[in-house]
């Protein structure tokens, strides 16, 4: 098994009143991609991070193998999903796989 950690901040000119109703979108949708992608066992995104923290979300998926991480990148489930849900509203993204 292998997980991949990702976490991002939120553009500048997101409102934050409109940062719960994202977040939820981003959980709902991304969480949904277990079973349509290969490899990808177990998805969960985190709408509540500690004050302590330096982003406003992360995303911790467990995959099967390394080599899973490029078929979830690519996977066109995944594409549409980060697409709409997550790249127009997030910034600084950091990536941890081990």
């Not at 976490?7 to 719960?20: D, G, I, L, S, T």
């Not at 277990?34 to 998926?61: C, I, N, Q, Y």
Request: hydrophobic fraction near 40%; aromatic fraction near 8%.
């Amino acid at each position: 098994m292998v997980h991949h950690i990702v976490m991002w901040k939120f553009r500048p000119e997101v409102k934050e009143e409109e940062k719960a109703g994202l977040k939820a979108a981003m959980k709902e949708n991304l969480e949904s991609l277990v079973g349509k992608v290969p490899g990808l066992v177990e998805l969960k995104f985190v709408d509540t991070p500690l004050d302590t923290s330096t982003h406003d979300m992360a995303l911790v998926s467990t995959l099967e193998k390394a080599e899973d991480i490029a078929v979830y990148a690519h996977h066109p489930e995944h594409v549409k999903v980060a697409d709409t849900y997550v790249r127009p509203f997030v910034t600084e993204r950091a990536c941890l796989d081990y």
